[in-house]
Every structure is written in C-alpha cells, then in structure tokens.
C-alpha cells in the first residue's frame, strides 16, 4: 500500500436529498446509494481503465477521488492523504471532463499568457492537440472547447489524473495523440491516471490496470493481461472482454 496512488477502502457513498447528478434528471431519494463497499487501490504510474455501463458510478467515484464530495474519515486516500480534507491536493490532482461552459470573447493565446507554466511543454499540448492560439471561445466547437479544457488541465504535470470521458469530442488523431502524450506522463514522471471511457481502440496496449463498476461496486480490478487471460487471441480482445462482462 505504500506505493499506492489512490486507495480507497470500504467506501460508501449516498447522494445527499435533493442533489442529482445532472440538472436534467429529477433529484434522487436520499437513501439513493450510488457507491456501496468499493475497496481498491492503484499503483503510482498505473494507466487503468474505469469502465462500466451508464450510471454505474463511475463519474461519481471519480469526483469522489477529485474531493469534490465528502466521504467517512480514511476511505479515500490519493497519495497517502484524505482525498477530500487535504486541499493541498489540488496541486497533485487533476480533473478534467464534464461541460466546459468555456465562452466568452477571448483567445487561447489571452488564456496562455495568464497561466503560468512551463513553455516547452506548453507548446508540446498546443501540438498534439492541434490547438490554433488565435481561437476565440465563443466560437468553438465542442470538439475544440474540449481540447483547450484538456490542454488547460494537463499544462502542469499531476501526480494523479482522473478523465472522465475526456476524449469523446477527439477525432481518433487527436486522441492517439494525446493518450501517447499521456503515456509519456506516466512513465516518466510516474503520473497516475484513472480513464472512464466508452471507446476502447487501441487501449489494449495503453493500459496498464482495469477496474470494472456495476450497481456502484466493484466487479473486477486487476491489471490488463488478468482481465484478458481467457480472452481468445485476436482482434479487439478489450472491446470482446468490456462487451462480455457488460451484457452478463
């Protein structure tokens, strides 16, 4: 456990009266519980995959790790402390996905000059995700509002990063590039990342560790190869395992 990044331990979560997930659905009765007896932990510089259907919990444990929400005292640890008491964190941590209501009249180049950061690798994220500086936010798509906000959230390296299906808006260049970006991060400077997504082309050799949620539990945490050891060899092994354990 001394190695772990994120830890979380017989965790319990239940929405508290009257807050929803989105402002689109109706408010969830208070014994509504979303996470129920989650127990894992992940490695510093693993690269694991949270996959589950819809309203799984998945962005619920990720906002949860992100201290976004109150949990029982050492339930959560991300990097040896308490994910939600310990507001240093936010300087290790980052979270990125959800909306990005990002649009107002001003340039990325107006963005970049406020944030301070290292030019060089700066200049690295403006490449891979073929960010134009001369945008004006107010007239982006979503596909290039998404990649300012990951571009903004990756400009300082994190020891742990959490995505929520931060690469859905991504042309498939654009979200190679930026999962070997990264990769990079990882095994460089050891960066944890924890990655919900839908799409799972090319993860297979990306990832490191799978954690599978159903019903708010955990299903399934292991590294990539335990998760595929009964899979036939071929094409889209991920997808076949993913699509298997879903539809059971």
Not at 105 to 120: G, N, R, W, Y
């Amino acid at each position: 456990m001394s190695d772990a990044a994120i830890r979380v331990d017989g965790l319990d979560y239940v929405f508290p009266p009257g807050l929803t997930k989105s402002r689109f659905q109706p408010a969830l009765a208070p014994t509504s519980k979303a996470l129920s007896g989650l127990s894992f932990s992940l490695e510093r510089g693993a690269r694991c995959l949270l996959i589950g259907k819809n309203g799984a919990g998945k962005s619920t444990l990720l906002g949860i790790l992100a201290g976004r929400h109150m949990t029982k005292t050492g339930a959560v640890e991300i990097l040896g402390r308490p994910a939600f008491d310990d507001v240093a964190l936010v300087h290790d941590v980052a979270f990125i996905g959800g909306r990005f209501p990002f649009d107002t009249d001003v340039t990325v180049t107006e963005i970049l000059e406020k944030s301070e950061c290292d030019p060089a690798r700066r200049d690295v994220l403006v490449s891979v995700l073929s960010i134009d500086k001369g945008w004006h936010m107010h007239r982006v798509s979503d596909g290039q509002r998404r990649r300012v906000q990951l571009m903004l959230g990756l400009l300082k390296p994190k020891r742990v990063l959490l995505l929520d299906e931060a690469t859905s808006d991504l042309d498939v260049i654009g979200r190679l590039d930026l999962l070997a970006f990264l990769r990079a991060d990882a095994e460089s400077i050891g960066t944890t990342i924890l990655y919900a997504t839908h799409v799972f082309d090319r993860l297979e050799s990306w990832a490191t560790h799978l954690l599978w949620l159903d019903g708010g539990t955990v299903k399934f945490v292991g590294t990539i190869d335990q998760a595929l050891a009964d899979v036939p060899a071929g094409n889209e092994r991920l997808l076949q395992r993913v699509e298997r354990w879903l539809r059971a």
